[in-house]
């Protein structure tokens, strides 16, 4: 079964910028959306930004303006680049793939019926 492997979380200062990264392996994933999930200590999950199968992309509008989402030319890897990270962004970050997430899929939805990406904390702090 695929998997989704995810790297670049951190610390970084506030007004600082971080890439996160995410690769499918063991299975292929150019042909559903792809998301960025967040859930912070005592908050709940929820969806950050996403990018159709065709490119199409959304962000929330706490960090429309500050975080892009892209892909690979293939399809199968996601990256989200954050600029301007304030302490309220402060949580571990999820990747995610499956088909219909894009633009609301919830994090149920995403866990229940696509790849979920164990999780990466980022934590922006001075």
């Known amino acids: 079964e695929g998997r989704l492997e995810e790297s670049g979380g951190g610390s970084v200062q506030p007004g600082g910028s971080l890439r996160l990264s995410c690769t499918a392996s063991g299975a292929t994933i150019n042909d559903v959306d792809k998301g960025w999930y967040r859930q912070a200590p005592g908050k709940e999950c929820e969806l950050v930004s996403s990018?159709?199968?065709?490119?199409?992309?959304w962000s929330a509008d706490f960090v429309r303006g500050r975080f892009t989402i892209s892909q690979d030319n293939a399809g199968n890897a996601v990256n989200l680049q954050m600029n301007d990270l304030k302490p309220e962004d402060t949580a571990v970050y999820h990747c995610a793939a499956a088909k219909h997430l894009y633009g609301g899929g919830s994090c149920l939805f995403a866990q229940q019926f696509g790849l979920w990406g164990q999780g990466m904390q980022v934590t922006v702090s001075s």
């Open positions: 990018i159709s199968s065709n490119g199409r992309t």
